[in-house]
Every structure is written in structure tokens, then in C-alpha cells.
């Protein structure tokens, strides 16, 4: 139980701190010619990664800023289960 709320907080906060960093966007140009700004890291793939990094799997996509918050989450959660 307590891996799951970790896991649905974890994602949220991944999910909220991608949307603040502006590295985390981009300019793409349209059809039209007009310019774009898109965040490839939505609530789906925020999850994705936290999946694949609790399986030590990896992502293709990973965040700038998140990847030592979310170690130490990790570690958090692994240590909280062999206690």
C-alpha cells in the first residue's frame, strides 16, 4: 500500500516539476508555420519512468531537474521495505 501512494506522489511531483522547469520545454513548428510550445513529459510518462526506474529498467525520457529527487525517492522506498 505504502509503495503505491509513493508511486502516485512520486509521479505527481515529477509531473508537476517538469511543468515548471523551462528546460523541459520546447518550440516546435507547425504545419502553418506557427510555433509551438510542448512538454513531452505528461502524467503518462512521468509514470513510465518512475515504472521503469523501480524496476531498474530506465526510460527513454527522463527529466533535467528530477533525476536526484527521484534516486533519492527510490532509496527512500527500498529502505522503508527492508526496515
Do not use: H, Q
Not at 518550440?27 to 509514470?47: H, L, M, P, Q, Y
Amino acid at each position: 500500500m505504502c509503495i503505491a501512494f509513493s508511486f502516485t506522489g512520486v509521479s505527481a511531483v515529477i509531473y508537476v516539476i517538469s511543468r515548471l522547469s523551462p528546460n523541459e520545454w520546447k518550440v516546435e513548428e507547425g504545419r502553418d508555420g506557427e510555433d509551438t510550445i510542448e512538454n513531452e513529459f505528461t502524467v503518462k510518462n512521468s509514470a513510465w519512468f518512475e515504472a521503469g526506474a523501480l524496476m531498474s529498467k530506465g526510460s527513454e525520457l527522463s527529466p533535467l531537474y528530477v533525476i536526484y529527487f527521484y534516486s533519492f525517492t527510490c532509496i527512500v522506498a527500498l529502505a522503508s521495505l527492508l526496515l
